[in-house]
């Protein structure tokens, strides 16, 4: 056995300054893991039960029966205690797991799965992480929900299971096909893993580990795992499309680092995680039951992998994740009266919730991931968010994040809006410091002062626009840009002086002014011989 008994002892008199000891690990035994000739606990103090399907207590059968609380107590356990302190297959693995400061305890037969329910002292919410070796019994409709809902709010699961026609205890369900069932029908988060059990069986010692030197499973505090050893095992197939954090640590020999033939997996779900092995034999110290037969696994395959990998698998599902840091980004931080800001969150720390407050804003609260919100009312507003996760919540507030500007008042414009070629009018308003615009310089120009020339016949729309912190309002006036009329004079008759009144032209428009010498309304009088000039005034508009 290769073991880590400096690191253990130092770690054994560290743990309780670092609060390791308030961290509890439950193992199962009330789904068949003790059936036929399996004996996944790590203490029997009892060999009384029978699978055939669900347990029953009676004097002639002899399957362990694992009680809450390993005895001797684990208070007792030392860095040289032996695994043979407990008797069951798993016990190497809790020694190890009390070695490092941690609570160990089994939930019998007899227990309930539960998540959330005060009268439940085995209650999921009371561990930081759970572990099932290969169960033999379905998991309840309820059950499923209980331990999927204990992985959102934070807590570690491992699956293992063993490899596809398994059914130790003959109800017609084994261990790979019972995790499928729960990842793809456990009614809170469905196909959220990212990954299956294979039906599979295989039997290899392999290599085949991924290059990251960072990663926790392979390189965490039991030491650097190798290889791995499956004796009748099964494989797992990755889909990142349901969770794009699974990933697979080690493969089978030859098998290229990709979504199949994965050996041991991994994959975060809301604020916990979740591991997975497909052998029961990893975990198996060779001890237990009489009855069984059982091997060394533990310490005794993989060269003394597969207790580094168990180990460092258990601290990582039991390593609490830090509070998230809250952070967020503004679409704009001054704007005008009426326009929206969207905030875009960038909290870091696997949050699982968040609440926004915004003063002055529609919504003033809101509890999504990048919100839109509406500010009408001119001010200087606030902002804050608080982010949550199972390990606590971070606040960012900002107290002059928003600055909301006010939109100017404009009042109408006055003035005549119609216009001769080639003529000129005056527009006005009262609002000062504003810009006249024309949007039709080819029909109308329009100066500093509202004065429109009319360039050509047609229509054009003059804009009064007054400006203020960037937030502007308009007033429009459409200006119609009039034809000169023509008036066809006919040929004046050759007059005698002092000949009488004559009529001036007929047929012109009404409404004209004639002028000239000697005219009265429509009538000329001639009396100075040579050309006289008459002129017709008239206006259409």
């Known amino acids: 056995m290769k073991n880590c008994n400096f690191l253990l002892l130092l770690i054994s008199c560290l743990y309780t300054l670092t609060g390791i000891s308030q961290t509890k690990i439950l193992f ?88 959330g329910n005060a009268s439940n002292l085995q209650d999921l919410s009371n561990y930081k992480v759970y572990i099932v070796v290969e169960p033999n019994i379905l998991f309840t409709t309820a059950e499923k929900t209980a331990m999927m809902q204990f992985v959102q709010h934070g807590g570690g699961l491992f699956l ?13 369900s084994d261990s790979p096909d019972i995790w499928n069932d729960f990842i793809s029908n456990n009614g809170v988060s469905n196909n959220s893993l990212g990954f299956q059990f294979d039906l599979a069986n295989i039997s290899q010692t392999s290599s085949n580990v991924i290059t990251a030197a960072s990663d926790s499973l392979l390189h965490g505090p039991f030491g650097n795992v190798t290889q791995v050893q499956l004796s009748n095992g099964t494989t797992f197939t990755l889909n990142s499309s349901q969770n794009a954090s699974a990933k697979a640590v080690i493969y089978t020999t030859g098998s290229s680092h990709g979504t199949t033939n994965a050996l041991c ?73 009426g326009q929206t800001v969207t905030y875009t969150n ?37 902002v804050s968010l608080v982010a ?35 003529s000129m009018t005056s ?34 729309t003059i804009t009064y626009t007054v400006a203020t912190n960037g937030c502007s309002s308009t007033q429009t006036a459409n200006i119609t840009i009039n034809a000169l009329p023509i ?22 428009p009404t409404g004209g002014t004639y002028s000239g010498v000697n005219v009265n309304g429509s009538n000329f009088l001639p009396l100075v011989v040579g050309q006289n000039t008459i002129n017709y005034y008239y206006s259409d508009i």
């Open 160 to 172: 293992i299971s063993d490899h596809t026609v398994s059914d130790r205890n003959n109800d017609g």
């Open 265 to 337: 997996v991994y994959s975060r779900v809301g604020s916990g995680k979740v591991a997975a092995l497909g052998d029961s034999s990893i975990p198996d110290d060779g001890t237990g039951d009489a009855n069984d037969v059982l091997y060394n696994g533990y310490t005794g395959d993989a060269s003394g992998n597969h207790q580094k990998l168990l180990m460092n698998i258990t601290i990582w599902l039991a390593t609490q994740a830090p509070a998230p840091t809250a952070s967020y980004s503004a679409s704009a931080s001054n704007i005008c009266a």
């Open 427 to 460: 527009l006005s308003t009262t609002t000062p410091n504003g810009i006249w615009t024309s949007s039709n310089l080819s029909n109308a120009s329009i100066n500093s002062n509202g004065v429109v020339s009319g360039i050509a016949i047609g229509s054009s």
């Open 28 to 115: 199962d035994a009330r789904k068949a893991e003790t059936a036929s000739n399996a004996d996944w606990v790590i203490d029997a103090d009892q060999n009384n039960l029978l699978w055939n399907p669900n347990a029953t207590v009676s004097g002639t059968t002899n399957e362990s029966n694992a009680q809450r609380f390993p005895t001797p107590a684990q208070s007792g356990i030392t860095a040289n205690t032996l695994e043979t302190f407990w008797k069951g297959a798993l016990s190497n693995w809790a020694v190890d797991c009390v070695k490092y400061g941690y609570t160990v305890e089994s939930l019998p037969y007899n227990g309930q799965i539960t998540y």
């Open 388 to 422: 949550t996760n199972s390990s606590g919540s971070n606040t960012i507030s900002n107290t002059n994040s928003i600055t909301v500007n006010a939109i100017p008042n404009v009042n109408p414009i006055l003035g005549s809006t119609s216009v001769c070629v080639g």
């Open 346 to 382: 960038s909290t870091t720390g696997n949050p699982t919730s968040f609440s926004w407050s915004f003063s002055g804003g529609n919504p003033s609260t809101s509890s999504a991931s990048n919100p839109i919100v509406t500010y009408s009312t001119p001010g200087v507003y606030s």
């Open 487 to 508: 008036v066809t004079l006919s040929n004046f008759p050759i007059l005698c002086q002092n000949s009488g009144t004559y009529n001036l032209i007929e047929g012109l």
